[in-house]
């Protein structure tokens, strides 16, 4: 008699023959932690997103109607209240002015700071690191507290009240840490690459304009962003530095339109729209770029 040979235990199939997929044990409480997880950001967006609908839809009411029903949907769409804002309690002044001092400043900043750090991160020179603890002080110390010498200051320089000496303020005050952000962005990039460049006859300019400039757009991208949003809701330097509505920003506005003896809720929701929405598309376009910039040089090739 011959042996008989037994065949290991296959395990079934499906109907198209192929092996059906196992379940890991692991997976399910894995699956059930993402769940968890998703559900905390779904209701963290819901709480931020909120206040911005109620808001709008405050701009929409009448004084009346929001006291009667503070949190429902207006009775009939009050768009006035958007133009008299912007006309009558001249936030249209105040937008242009918030545009100017925000552009002009991010300008000062971005030229600025690049060209400061691309000396402290490529160059040894005398007194580089007294230099260096300066920049350091410079952002360590808050600004809150230079309010009255920075007043005075720019009465004695003539540029008190005006669109161009806010700009210089905000410019100044973002400096420091600009510099401290992009030096260490510029001292990850290669000097072989700068050293190829002045081979073939780049200058100091060519190889930082050339060079160093395109591969720190995503660093200069993060800095234009978060110093953009801080200028335009920046409300204590433009209080204090700014007198007339020729040179007041949006955020000193919107608290002009509270009347000392009327109250307009929805006039001041209004402007608090028009303040919101420029900052909102901001940073939705340039958001990538943020992300780009603060990823930048995590994986080190």
Do not use: C
């Not at 044990?25 to 709480?47: E, F, S, T, Y």
């Not at 190829?196 to 591969?215: E, H, N, Q, Y």
Request: charged share 10%; hydrophobic share 50%; aromatic share 12%.
């Amino acid at each position: 008699m011959s042996a008989q040979t037994s065949t290991p235990a296959t395990p079934p199939t499906g109907a198209n023959g192929a092996d059906r997929p196992t379940t890991r044990p692991g997976n399910r409480p894995q699956r059930v932690l993402q769940l968890v997880l998703h559900l905390g950001l779904l209701l963290w967006a819901i709480h931020a997103i909120y206040p911005l609908i109620w808001i709008f839809l405050t701009s929409l009411k009448r004084t009346r109607e929001l006291y009667e029903n503070p949190f429902g949907l207006p009775s009939g769409w009050h768009w006035s209240n958007y133009t008299d804002a912007w006309v009558h309690a001249q936030m249209g002044t105040y937008f242009v002015n918030s545009v100017v001092v925000t552009a002009l400043s991010t300008v000062m900043v971005l030229f600025f700071s690049s060209t400061s750090a691309y000396v402290l991160a490529r160059f040894d020179f005398r007194f580089k690191g007294l230099l260096w603890a300066y920049v350091l002080f410079g952002f360590l110390i808050p600004y809150s507290i230079l309010l009255i010498p920075l007043a005075i200051f720019t009465r004695e320089i003539g540029i008190y009240n005006s669109v161009f000496g806010l700009a210089l303020v905000y410019a100044a005050v973002g400096i420091p840490w600009n510099i401290f952000f992009l030096r260490a962005f510029m001292e990850t990039i290669p000097k072989e690459l700068e050293e190829a460049a002045v081979l073939d006859g780049a200058g100091m300019v060519g190889v930082f304009k050339d060079i160093i400039l395109p591969l720190s757009t995503p660093a200069l991208a993060t800095m234009a962003t978060f110093h953009i949003l801080s200028a335009w809701s920046e409300y204590i330097l433009a209080l204090v530095l700014t007198g007339t509505t020729a040179s007041r920003t949006l955020p000193v506005g919107i608290s002009l339109l509270e009347g000392h003896f009327t109250s307009n809720e929805p006039g001041v929701a209004a402007g608090m729209m028009i303040t919101i929405i420029p900052a909102v598309l901001a940073f939705l376009f340039l958001q990538r770029f943020v992300i780009r910039g603060l990823t930048a040089g995590a994986l080190k090739g």
